[in-house]
């Protein structure tokens, strides 16, 4: 499948398996995609990302799973992707997730 006409469920799925196996690699594919949207040029999003993705490996314990929770923003169809580690409170990595029928948008948010 050509990764620029991939869905928007598509994306998010690689989304979340780049950030529970800390591997920014099988994410990088759907930058492409034209329903890919974020707030700056997708190579310093990549960056980003690989380097959240690596913090987050050196202070998780055991595995990530995520939690989508609803992020109480104004925004209407903004959800929040937390991913947990197996020990701590607080979530070891998180990202604001906007949909609309045409795009996609993840940003990823400070620890």
């Keep these: 499948m050509n990764n620029s006409q991939a869905s928007i469920e ?14 920014a690699t ?10 890919f949207v ?8 990549f960056c980003l990302l690989k380097r959240m993705l690596a913090t987050s490996r050196a202070n998780s ?17 903004v ?4 991913f947990y580690d197996e020990v701590h409170k ?3 990595l998180s990202a604001k997730v906007e949909e609309t029928e045409e795009s996609v948008y993840f940003e990823i948010l400070p620890f």
Excluded: H
């Design 26 to 35: 099988p994410f990088e594919p759907f930058l492409y995609s034209d329903k």
């Design 61 to 77: 314990v055991g595995e990530l799973s995520l939690r989508i929770e609803n992020a109480n923003y104004i925004e209407r169809d």
């Design 10 to 23: 598509e994306i998010k799925q690689a989304f979340i398996k780049s950030c529970i196996s800390f591997d």
């Design 90 to 92: 607080y979530a070891r």
């Design 38 to 45: 974020c707030n700056e040029d997708w190579k310093k999003y």
């Design 79 to 82: 959800t929040q992707f937390c």
